[in-house]
T-cell receptor
């Protein structure tokens, strides 16, 4: 069984540029999560989807971050415009109805 | 709200020995779950073990076991017969009814050959 797939694995952009991350959850998992992980820290939740509905986006900086999960499967997280402080690892995870979460390999973003 | 505290930033263990990683938590929920995740340098967060708060019996997965002290809000991970592949960052995490995972800051475990 395939795990959570994320792309790209690495991304380097200049500040003020837009960037997008893609996540494909484990087949059958209706809950999808996006986390931000700064160096040497634990992941912090950005947004949680139940199917196509964002049920918890309280930690998402909505002035520059947006996310979507059309059709309740794949998800895209976008930053526009990126700032130097956005450099981090962005993790996607999925679960079945809030059970244990399975994580993807993450995307390491570097903003220069 | 939930908080998870891992006060040890790093630990080292000799190969084949046993090591215990500490974690304390705080929650206002009566029904919650506790987890230990492993994150090697490849960044893939891997679930090591899970404990339901309503269960008194400590969870065990092969060489990994937990010491769950509910009253003390303590949840430590014991790794027996440590192997070189156990070297990684380990995160303690908790989740409540909303399934939001709250992570500690993690501990870096090194294994000496």
């Amino acid at each position: 069984e395939a795990g959570v797939v994320q792309s790209p694995r690495y991304k380097i952009i200049e500040k003020k540029q837009p960037v997008a991350f893609w996540c494909n959850p484990i087949s059958g998992h209706n809950t999808l999560y996006w986390y931000l992980q700064n160096l040497g820290q634990g992941p912090e939740l950005l947004i949680r989807y139940e199917n196509e509905e964002a049920v918890d986006d309280s930690q998402l900086p909505k002035d520059r971050f947006s996310a979507e999960r059309l059709k309740g499967v794949d998800s895209t997280l976008k930053i526009q415009p990126a700032e130097l402080g956005d450099s981090a690892v962005y993790l996607c995870a999925s679960s079945f109805s809030g059970s244990e979460q399975y994580f993807g390999p993450g995307t390491r973003l570097t903003v220069t | 709200a939930q908080t998870v505290t891992q006060s040890q930033p790093e630990m080292s263990v000799q190969e084949a020995e046993t090591v215990t990683l500490s974690c304390t938590y705080d929650t206002s929920e009566s029904d919650y779950y506790l987890f230990w995740y492993k994150q090697p340098p490849s960044r893939q967060m891997i679930l090591v073990i899970r404990q339901e708060a309503y269960k008194q019996q400590n969870a065990t997965e092969n060489r990994f076991s937990v010491n769950f002290q509910k009253a003390a809000k303590s949840f430590s991970l014991k790794i027996s017969d440590s192997q070189l592949g156990d070297a990684a960052m380990y995160f303690c995490a908790s989740t409540g009814a909303n399934s939001k995972l709250t992570f500690g800051k993690g501990i870096t475990l090194s294994v000496r050959p």
